[in-house]
């Protein structure tokens, strides 16, 4: 069965971090890319990070340069988004999603991944 799952969103206040985990099962896990995504609400989804977990591609939105960053544990079937230094600009609603990966390594685009997790809340109080 194929599966996505998100966990690890709550609430903070402005500075501090947060990690999200994103299990992805019933895939091979190498030929995945691998994508964070966040909607918040008024605006469009917007692709956070992104990483193809077999090709080593990743994509980074400019308002998170810096601040988050994105890592893998194969062994594990799991991706992390440690965002730090949170604003309450990054409220939102964080998505992670599967998409394989392609000779053309580029993995921005949310209407181009397959699977999603149900999302998980990031609130950042100032």
């Known amino acids: 069965e194929v599966q996505v799952v998100e966990s690890g969103g709550g609430l903070v206040q402005a500075g501090e971090s947060l990690r999200l985990s994103c299990t992805a099962s019933g895939f091979t896990f190498d030929d995945l890319a691998i994508g964070w995504f966040r909607q918040a609400p008024g605006k469009e989804r917007e692709g956070v990070l992104c990483?193809?977990?077999?090709?080593?591609?990743?994509h980074v939105a400019n308002s998170v340069k810096g601040r988050f960053t994105i890592s893998s544990d194969n062994a594990k079937n799991t991706v992390y988004l440690q965002m730090n230094s949170l604003k309450s600009d990054d409220t939102a609603v964080y998505y992670c999603?599967?998409?394989?990966?392609?000779?053309?390594?580029?993995?921005?685009?949310?209407?181009?991944?397959?699977?999603w997790g149900q999302g998980t809340q990031v609130t950042v109080s100032s």
């Open positions: 990483i193809g977990n077999g090709d080593g591609a990743t």
């Open positions: 999603a599967t998409r394989p990966i392609t000779t053309a390594r580029r993995y921005s685009l949310w209407s181009e991944y397959d699977y």
